[in-house]
């Protein structure tokens, strides 16, 4: 067996490590790989994929690109805002290289598809967000028998694991069987990420399914932890056998059929709690309010005051003229003094971001309030954006 003539030029620097080689090359040749998710961790892990000759590729993501995604999701750029991630994406891989077969799904992995989409690979990595869809792919890779290459990050931290390695190597299911509760999950636009740490997982992910494929990997799977201001930042922990008494890869049978029987959402915890239309505590008649209210009221001249629950570092981002910051978890901590701090401030309009802290910090505050009139603004300050002052920063 041998390469086309350009190909030996091409990966020529990979091919003379060490363990590589001709036969090392053509492995990456015939391999094939599921990519799950081309967002901050997919693109840098299918980009190294697509670069080192892993002749196919599967891109699956429902997802379009948007503006906020730039700062990390690195395959995509400004011409491809709008364009679904799969497909920006295998044309960023093609641009690099035009022989690779790439398979482009535009549609979310789902318990119905799962198996039928990632059959024909060898390898899958999991690059999402979401517990149910880790969940379902750490089952799904149980069923059909191949590895799992799993990254997660958020903040300035992340992590990456090979679950179902060989015979013995666990699944997300043994480090894992009971998901964490909803409300201790947050996502990218919660919490925060840097583009620079998902590049790392990413890419670690990318470096590991290499391995794997060439063959020159650690058959006992690795949990590997970084922090980017750890001393030191990369740690890593080598993980037992399979949990005997794991229900997914210690189960004889039956893998396939529950995949496709398991309401991974509901198994997670449920949905998104969507806090802005149901209203997540109850806020009296007419206290949660639109930001048209509150412009309404500024322009009134009646007596206001606008607090602003969002942590320091955010307000200090953007504000509303004249709001107060006063972070949720000070007024978790004392509601009392902020009442009494207010007494005389007239109405007290709540903000945060999204409308979600501003809840909970009204809640706190109405409990202890005897007359002042405390107003949450739904959709927080994104709402005030879109629907007041486009002038107002979205971020
Ligand atoms: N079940 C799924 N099937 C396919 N793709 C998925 C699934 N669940 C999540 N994803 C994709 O995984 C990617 C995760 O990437 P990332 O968190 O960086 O992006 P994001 O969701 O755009 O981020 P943000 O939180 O900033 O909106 C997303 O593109 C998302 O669409
Ligand atoms: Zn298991």
């Known amino acids: 067996m041998s390469l086309p003539l350009h190909d030996y030029q091409r ?33 840098p892990a299918l980009q190294y994929l697509g670069a080192a000759g892993v002749g196919r590729l599967a891109i699956i ?3 379009r690109v948007e503006l906020s995604n730039l700062q990390r999701q690195i395959l995509h750029n400004e011409e491809t805002v709008g ?17 690779l077969t790439i398979d482009v799904h ?8 799962a198996i039928a989409l990632l059959q024909p690979y060898d390898i899958i990595l999991d690059c999402t967000d979401n517990m149910p869809t880790r969940y379902l792919l750490s089952d799904a890779a149980v069923a059909l028998g191949k590895p799992l290459v799993s990254g997660a990050a958020q903040k300035l931290e992340g992590q990456m694991c090979v679950y179902n390695l060989g015979a013995q190597g666990p699944c997300y299911r043994c480090l894992y069987p009971v998901p964490p509760p909803r409300a201790a999950v947050g996502t990218c636009e919660e919490l925060g990420i840097l583009g620079a740490v998902t590049g790392i997982i990413g890419n670690m992910q990318a470096l590991e399914t290499i391995k794997i494929i060439v063959g020159v990997n650690d058959p006992t799977p690795m949990l590997l932890l970084f922090a980017a201001l750890g001393t030191p930042p990369f ?13 997914a890869c210690s189960s004889p049978t039956g893998q396939l059929a529950s995949v496709t029987s398991t309401d991974y959402v509901q198994f997670c915890g449920g949905p998104n709690p969507n806090w802005l239309e149901q209203g997540l505590l109850p806020g009296g008649t007419g206290h949660r309010v639109l930001p048209k209210d509150l412009q309404d009221t500024i322009s009134s001249g009646k007596p206001f005051k606008i607090i602003d629950v969002r942590p320091s570092i955010e307000y200090g981002i953007c504000k509303l003229p004249g709001s107060e910051n006063v972070p949720l978890k000070n007024i978790l901590s004392c509601p009392e003094k902020i009442i009494s701090d207010n007494a005389n401030s007239g109405d007290l309009y709540i903000v945060c971001r999204l409308g979600n802290d501003s809840q909970l910090a009204a809640h706190a505050l109405r409990q202890n309030s005897s007359g002042t009139i405390i107003k949450d603004v739904i959709g927080g300050l994104r709402a005030w954006s879109s629907q007041i002052d486009p002038e107002f920063p979205i971020y």
């Open 61 to 63: 993501d429902h997802d």
């Open 83 to 99: 364009m679904y991630k799969a497909e920006s994406a295998a044309l960023a891989l093609r641009r690099v290289n035009a022989e």
């Open 235 to 247: 740690r890593s922990i080598k993980l037992r056998a399979r949990k005997p008494t794991c229900p």
């Open 11 to 43: 990966y020529g620097r990979q091919m003379i490590i060490d363990g590589f080689g001709l036969p090392g090359q053509l492995r990456l040749r015939a391999a094939s790989v599921a990519v799950v998710g081309a967002g901050g961790l997919g693109c």
């Open 106 to 113: 535009t549609t979310a992995l789902t318990p119905e598809n």
